[in-house]
């Protein structure tokens, strides 16, 4: 594997693979005084983000800096993207400039692929890794929630998976609902027929506009936030009816199964998509999440800077 662009890159034993080293380095960093391997010693590691993000930029930070490589990141705001140099001229200034990774934020759909093609015009270019593009995918994030999917249910094979809200503008879903079906899960999508993209009859899934009938049996519903950012100042429905229909509430909650788990990838509206309350529930897996993705990110940075021949965690 050279790049991490899509869920499209990954089959289920290379999926499982990744999620298993990712549990080795969380086992191997388990009550240690000085969370440092030398995995990536010399190695640099570059995030590009040219949109805001809490969770994926810091557990790349994390993720590099556990393992020893020098991180740098780069923010569009304050880079010379500011003065008007374009994506090409910035991607292979960071090239330049020593990348070993690449990992890219952006809101055009197929950013990272592009910075894969420029990067690599002249030869071997950084590995670069999708940390989201527009609204087409966000792979990392998929493989964190299938880590802790699997963390907590156990196997994915048959698991009934609710993917609910704004698919329409979610890379989290598209890369989800495709990882899932890959890993041998039925996802189901719960949307208003508004917030579905065109293209949703393709996708290996079931489709739902009704919530309360779709809760019991699930194993698992993750609530996706509400993304009013790429919706050009419309809404609609609007987001009282919206929370009211979609919402995952208190009384919502308890149309699961005992057992079901709630995952949201974050940031999440509280209140709007998901309930105070629910949000802090302990069936709610966002903090699980979270730590998930900085092991899940050194499994990947692992994978693309030093292959699979070698143990990561030694
Ligand atoms: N889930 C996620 O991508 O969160 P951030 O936007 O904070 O990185």
Redesign the pocket.
């Known amino acids: 594997m050279r790049h991490l662009l899509s869920v499209d890159d990954l089959d289920a034993a290379t999926a499982h693979g990744l999620l298993d080293e990712a549990e080795r380095f969380e086992q191997a960093l388990l009550g240690r005084e000085v969370r440092k391997l030398p995995t990536l010693r010399g190695r640099t590691v570059m995030t590009l983000f040219y949109e ?6 810091v557990s790349f930070e994390v993720a590099g800096k556990w393992m020893s490589a020098d991180v740098i990141n780069v923010s569009a705001s304050s880079s010379s993207a500011g003065k008007g140099e374009s994506l090409r001229d910035t991607a292979k200034t960071l090239r330049a400039a020593g990348a070993d990774a690449l990992i890219v934020r952006h809101p055009a759909s197929g950013a990272a692929h592009q910075i894969a093609r420029w990067t690599s015009e002249d030869g071997d270019g950084p590995a670069v890794i999708n940390a ?1 593009d527009g609204t087409h995918e ?1 792979p990392t ?1 998929a493989l964190l929630d299938a880590l802790t999917l699997r963390q907590r249910l156990g196997s994915l094979e048959g698991r009934r998976i609710a993917i609910v809200g704004d698919i329409l503008h979610s890379r ?1 879903a598209r890369s989800n609902a495709h990882l899932l079906a890959t890993l041998g899960a039925q996802v189901v999508l719960v949307a208003p027929p508004t917030l579905l993209p065109v293209g949703v009859s393709g996708w290996p899934v079931e489709v739902s506009h009704h919530l309360d009938a779709t809760l019991p049996g699930v194993d698992a519903v993750m609530v996706l936030r509400v993304q009013a950012e790429r919706m050009n100042g419309g809404f609609f429905p609007s987001a009282r009816e919206y929370s009211i229909r979609y919402g995952l509430s208190e009384r919502r909650l308890a149309l699961l199964d005992d057992d079901a788990i709630v995952l949201h ?3 999440m509206l509280r209140g709007m998509e998901i309930g105070f309350s629910v949000a802090d529930s302990p069936r709610a897996t966002v903090l699980q999440q979270v730590s998930n993705g900085v092991h899940m990110r050194m499994a990947v940075l692992f994978r693309l800077l030093v292959g699979t021949d070698e143990e990561g965690v030694s």
């Open positions: 805001n993000s809490t969770r994926t930029r989201g966000h994030q989290v990838p974050g940031p």
